[in-house]
């Protein structure tokens, strides 16, 4: 599969129903007056931000979107019914241009922000409405307005809102890319030769969320050097930090000073993201030396790792669901 942060839709909102001509029959009355109903509305495009999307992948199997058109009046003054509308859910922070004249109908950036992308035709006046004293028997009415149709290009820029933290070789890389269903494309950074790796992580389906590998954090990102601006908002925009440590280090190292050393490097780098909640991953337990670490880790620290080994997949599930409860939180 395959990631997309842009989308080009085309959507239709619907036509208005034709009013109607009709006169009414009684018995005794020669000549009935007219009687027929306004057509239906058509139904709008709406396009509305959603908390629980990450991603503009479900805009990649629908490219089509049309409301529903209104019906034709109908004879002894019934109106037809509004055609409904239709709402395109997309992740909040989704630019909407319209394709063909380039220019931005909005920027979706907050949930629950909606609008309108496509207005619907208006029904047409029935017969009815035509009468007045002079013309006592109009046998025309208005037909429906078409609904506007238009092509929109959607583009999201991605908030990543959970960031991989640990040190070089401690299995970033290697978990990100088991636990993603996609990797999204994402723009150079112009002033950094680091580039976050990006990962969308589904859920069951229930919620996705961006997790952002953050090379270099611990390189000395703090002092400014080698990463833009744009990567340190990355950062700042995380919600939840999941710390992988490696707990069957090749090198002998301890895994407990490791940690220190990278939530000391968070400290000096300042702001929000040491603040954010941390989910610690114990990683490669699928070597012997990591039990042991492991429990090491638990006495010295007071904080239980989540056991997973991102080569083959144990404990991920668990890790996934670790993170997703951190959100409920509020993180
Ligand atoms: N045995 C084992 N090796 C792992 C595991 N996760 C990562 N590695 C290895 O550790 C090395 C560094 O992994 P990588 O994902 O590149 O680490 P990063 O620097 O944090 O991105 C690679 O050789 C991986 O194959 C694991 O769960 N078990
Ligand atoms: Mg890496």
């Given at each position: 599969m395959h990631f997309v942060d842009e989308a080009e839709i085309f959507v239709k909102a619907g036509d208005g129903g034709d009013g109607c001509v009709s006169f009414r029959r009684e018995k005794y009355v020669p000549?009935?007056?007219?009687?027929?109903?306004?057509?239906?509305?058509?139904?709008?495009?709406?396009?509305?931000?959603?908390?629980?999307?990450?991603?503009?992948?479900?805009?990649?199997?629908?490219?089509?979107?049309?409301?529903?058109?209104?019906?034709?009046?109908?004879?002894?003054?019934?109106?037809?019914?509004?055609?409904?509308?239709?709402?395109?859910?997309?992740?909040?922070?989704?630019?909407?241009?319209?394709?063909?004249?380039?220019?931005?109908?909005?920027?979706?950036?907050?949930?629950?922000?909606?609008?309108?992308?496509?207005r619907h035709g208006r029904g047409g006046k029935g017969n009815a409405r035509f009468a007045d004293s002079v013309n006592q028997t109009p046998r025309h009415c208005e037909e429906g307005r078409p609904g506007r149709s238009r092509n929109l290009r959607l583009e999201l820029k991605l908030i990543a809102e959970v960031g991989l933290i640990g040190a070089p070789n401690a299995g970033k890389s290697t978990l990100l890319s088991h636990i993603s269903a996609a990797h999204p494309r994402i723009a150079p950074y112009p002033f950094t030769t680091l580039q976050p790796q990006l990962g969308v992580v589904d859920t069951d389906g229930f919620r996705r969320f961006v997790v952002a590998d953050l090379p270099g954090l611990i390189e000395g990102a703090h002092e400014g050097k080698g990463l833009g601006d744009e990567f340190l908002k990355h950062i700042e925009r995380t919600k939840v930090l999941v710390h992988v440590v490696d707990m069957a280090p090749a090198d002998g190292s301890n895994p407990v000073e490791v940690y220190g050393s990278i939530r000391a490097e968070l400290e000096m780098y300042g702001g929000k993201p040491a603040e954010r909640p941390e989910v610690i991953a114990g990683n490669k337990t699928d070597l012997p030396e990591a039990e042991e670490n492991i429990k090491k880790f638990q006495l010295e620290t007071g904080i239980n790792p989540v056991p997973i080994s991102a080569v083959t997949g144990a404990g991920l599930r668990k890790l996934v669901s670790e993170i997703l409860n951190l959100f409920q939180d509020g993180a």
């Open positions: 000549k009935g007056g007219p009687d027929g109903g306004d057509g239906g509305d058509g139904g709008d495009v709406i396009i509305k931000a959603d908390a629980n999307l990450a991603t503009l992948l479900d805009l990649v199997s629908q490219k089509q979107y049309f409301a529903g058109d209104g019906e034709g009046g109908k004879s002894r003054k019934r109106g037809g019914a509004d055609g409904s509308d239709i709402v395109i859910k997309v992740p909040p922070g989704t630019i909407i241009r319209d394709t063909d004249s380039g220019l931005v109908l909005k920027d979706l950036n907050a949930p629950g922000a909606a609008v309108v992308v496509a």
